[in-house]
């Protein structure tokens, strides 16, 4: 509906090149990186580990973060994902090998409080950074751990429909299962507790995806100046999106 609404009087659809299928027309403008990198880049995002002593946890202390989203949204008709039972499984399998927090959208019910994440919103990104591990069943979250480092494995009905997600598990940050493959994700699970130099492995599977990314704001910037300018978008440079001009891009960008 939004699309069909809004799209004819845009100047310029910008999105992810993971959406370059979509061929939206000589509108559609693509750049090689993630709408999360805006504020996850290293450039903006420094990881603190201070955020440690908010969750009552020393720096050797391994946790792994639980999420749950509502789905109630219009676009979540129908969608399911981490279901009751299944959270129990995941308490069972995990808390006697490290800490457990559980962030939801829901209240949670009153056997599971005792691993409520009480922590302020704005530190979120860092607990996420900080975490062994994320099991969720949101997309926005599995994708910012794992532009983060953090292997992320979601189960929810959208699994192999998002591209972004589809692209991130490509280069094995973020791992997917539709709610039929729980025994799957519970073995990939335990795979993961098991690697040696987890932290170490994915670090590089991070700056891996950082390689091939471009920082896309300094990018965004100058394309709305182009435009502003009054350049066609189909002369705006897709393939130099890493040659954009420089900005100061240590700014301090935390969205909600």
């Not at 949101?138 to 480092?149: H, I, K, R």
């Not at 130099?197 to 091939?212: C, G, M």
Request: hydrophobic share 40%; aromatic share 10%; net charge neutral.
């Amino acid at each position: 509906m939004y699309r069909w609404i809004a799209y004819p009087w845009t100047t310029a659809i910008v999105a992810p090149d993971c959406l370059a299928y979509e061929k939206l027309g000589r509108k559609h403008l693509t750049y090689p990186s993630y709408q999360k990198l805006f504020y996850l880049h290293p450039n903006r995002f420094t990881l603190d580990w201070n955020v440690l002593s908010d969750l009552g946890l020393h720096e050797n202390q391994p946790y792994v973060v639980v999420r749950l989203s509502a789905l109630n949204a219009h676009h979540d008709k129908h969608a399911a994902g981490l279901s009751r039972d299944i959270v129990g499984q995941v308490i069972q399998m995990l808390a006697n090998k490290l800490r457990v927090f559980i962030t939801s959208e829901n209240k949670l019910d009153k056997e599971y409080e005792q691993y409520h994440l009480a922590v302020s919103p704005e530190i979120i990104h860092h607990v996420l950074g900080c975490a062994e591990l994320l099991i969720a069943d949101s997309q926005t979250m599995t994708a910012e751990a794992a532009l983060l480092g953090t292997p992320a494995v979601r189960m929810n009905s959208f699994v192999g429909k998002i591209s972004y997600l589809s692209d991130l598990e490509k280069y094995g940050l973020a791992f997917g299962f539709t709610p039929d493959q729980t025994v799957d994700m519970f073995n990939k699970i335990e795979e993961l507790l098991l690697m040696q130099d987890r932290k170490q492995h994915f670090a590089q599977k991070r700056q891996h995806v950082l390689n091939e990314k471009i920082d896309p704001l300094p990018w965004f910037v100058r394309t709305i100046e182009l435009l502003g300018s009054g350049m066609h978008v189909s002369k705006i440079p897709r393939e130099n999106a890493r040659n954009a001009v420089p900005m100061d891009t240590k700014m301090n960008i935390c969205p909600q």
